[in-house]
């Protein structure tokens, strides 16, 4: 499996790799976001939101499980953090074949559900602002556009 790392100083960069990458995706694409409390999860979520044309908030869908934000193509952001343990489907293959992007924050935990072809990222906290971001492309779609990001 391959490993493209990226590094940004600020949030303003996080989102906009965030951006460019969401320029890359098309409709079912399903990406899973890893990271601490405060890595950026949600930050990077707000960039693939910017470039996908949403117009509303992006905040945290912790309380909601899934937030729906509607733009040049939906965006469906995932967090579930407090599905761990549960057998609850809550019709993940809805918005996983879909007509937007998904977006999971804490995918780990429901691994099982989670189709295979994907593009997994894992955010670390550096310091106050600065990340680093390490994306995992399941498939050879993902893979062609890592390499494309990575340019």
Same mark, same amino acid.
């Given at each position: 499996?391959?490993?493209?790392?990226?590094?940004?100083?600020?949030?303003?960069?996080?989102?906009?790799?965030?951006?460019?990458?969401? %320029?890359?995706?098309?409709?079912? $694409?399903?990406?899973?976001? &890893?990271?601490?409390? /405060?890595? #950026?999860? =949600?930050?990077?979520?707000?960039?693939?939101?910017?470039?996908?044309?949403?117009?509303?908030?992006?905040?945290?869908?912790?309380?909601?499980?899934?937030?729906?934000?509607?733009?040049?193509?939906?965006?469906?952001?995932?967090?579930?953090?407090? %599905?761990?343990?549960?057998?609850? $489907?809550?019709?993940?293959? &809805?918005?996983?074949? /879909?007509? #937007?992007? =998904?977006?999971?924050?804490?995918?780990?935990?429901?691994?099982?559900?989670?189709?295979?072809?994907?593009?997994?990222?894992?955010?670390?906290?550096?310091?106050?602002?600065?990340?680093?971001?390490?994306?995992?492309?399941?498939?050879?779609?993902?893979?062609?556009?890592?390499?494309?990001?990575?340019?």
């Amino acid at each position: 499996m391959s490993e493209y790392v990226f590094y940004t100083q600020t949030e303003d960069k996080t989102k906009r790799l965030a951006e460019k990458l969401s %320029l890359l995706l098309r409709p079912g $694409d399903v990406i899973t976001l &890893e990271g601490d409390l /405060g890595a #950026g999860k =949600t930050t990077f979520t707000k960039g693939l939101g910017a470039g996908l044309g949403v117009t509303r908030t992006i905040n945290s869908p912790t309380f909601t499980i899934v937030k729906e934000y509607m733009g040049e193509i939906p965006l469906y952001h995932m967090d579930v953090y407090r %599905l761990e343990g549960s057998e609850e $489907d809550i019709g993940f293959d &809805e918005y996983f074949h /879909g007509d #937007g992007i =998904t977006v999971i924050e804490w995918a780990s935990f429901i691994e099982e559900y989670l189709p295979g072809k994907r593009l997994d990222i894992v955010i670390k906290r550096e310091g106050e602002a600065s990340r680093t971001i390490y994306l995992h492309p399941k498939g050879d779609y993902f893979e062609s556009i890592c390499k494309e990001l990575y340019r």
